[in-house]
């Protein structure tokens, strides 16, 4: 898939949902007016609804990611939680409770915006991905899709952990070279979907390189936070710089099958990470 592709489909999924966003707006002014008036009961409906959709859309544009993020993998585990069917029946409620409370319909009239919403949602927004895709495994290279899936989770749970770590860098130097560090690892890991075969050098990638760079950004976060100094700059960011090199080095030589080179590479970072103190 190319970037221009994906662009696009990222720029769909930013503009999906933003209606829900808008919809209850006029909600403020009712809350605002009902209370003046002294109608509790409208004015608590009023907000509760507001609320609720306002929740809904949240939970929608959080799914509708989720799904992008699924249909750009050719093997990823399906979203563990509905978060449309979450959203959809927040809408719902928040249709029903602005009909019933808000404006004081019946309660059997109220059914029917509540109806209304939650068929909107699904044929605007679709369901929820429900199976995992685990590609086709040419050949039977003696790995399972359960073994790849894993070895990604594994991975993308540590380059979290990476990039929740940079978020609290003063440096933004830092954050924009751990960003590309990130990107790397994830093309890295991420190439287990078209070549199973890279398991087990892909494995070792994750023990040996994602620890060691989860180590050292955590661990300087947390020295900055207790020092207050920036002593360890020059050192983190040498370290940053054979880190950017090795990924970069790491990323060929899988793609052209160099394992002798790739465990030569790893023994050597591994060393500079013990020397560091980070192993």
């Not at 928040?94 to 068929?119: D, E, K, Y």
């Not at 070549?195 to 050292?216: A, C, M, Q, S, W």
């Not at 002593?231 to 880190?243: D, G, Q, V």
Request: aromatic share 10%.
């Amino acid at each position: 898939m190319t970037a221009r592709r994906i662009g696009k489909k990222s720029l769909r999924w930013y503009t999906r949902g933003i209606f829900l966003w808008i919809l209850p707006l006029p909600l403020i002014p009712a809350f605002f007016i009902t209370l003046l008036r002294g109608n509790l009961i409208s004015a608590m409906g009023n907000l509760a609804a507001l609320i609720l959709f306002w929740a809904g859309a949240l939970f929608i544009r959080k799914g509708l990611k989720s799904e992008l993020q699924y249909k750009e993998r050719r093997m990823v585990r399906a979203p563990r939680r509905p978060l449309k069917i979450y959203g959809t029946v927040a809408v719902s409620l928040g249709a029903f409770i602005c009909s019933r409370f808000g404006i004081g319909h019946s309660l059997l009239f109220s059914l029917f915006p509540a109806a209304l919403a939650f068929a909107g949602c699904r044929l605007a927004y679709g369901f929820d991905p429900r199976h995992d895709k685990v590609g086709k495994i040419k050949d039977g290279f003696g790995y399972s899709s359960e073994e790849i899936l894993a070895a990604i989770e594994s991975a993308e749970h540590k380059i979290a952990a990476i990039e929740e770590s940079a978020s609290g860098f003063s440096n933004q130097e830092f954050v924009s070279r751990l960003q590309k560090i990130t990107s790397l690892a994830r093309r890295i890991v991420h190439g287990l979907e078209e070549d199973p075969r890279d398991l087990r050098k892909v494995r070792k990638f994750i023990n040996v390189y994602l620890d060691g760079v989860e180590k050292v950004t955590t661990g300087y976060v947390e020295t900055v936070r207790k020092t207050g100094s920036d002593a360890l700059e020059p050192r983190f960011s040498k370290l940053l710089n054979t880190i950017e090199e090795v990924f970069a080095e790491q990323e060929k030589k899988l793609m052209a099958n160099d394992i002798l080179d790739l465990d030569i590479q790893m023994e050597v970072l591994m060393k500079q990470l013990h020397h560091e103190g980070v192993l």
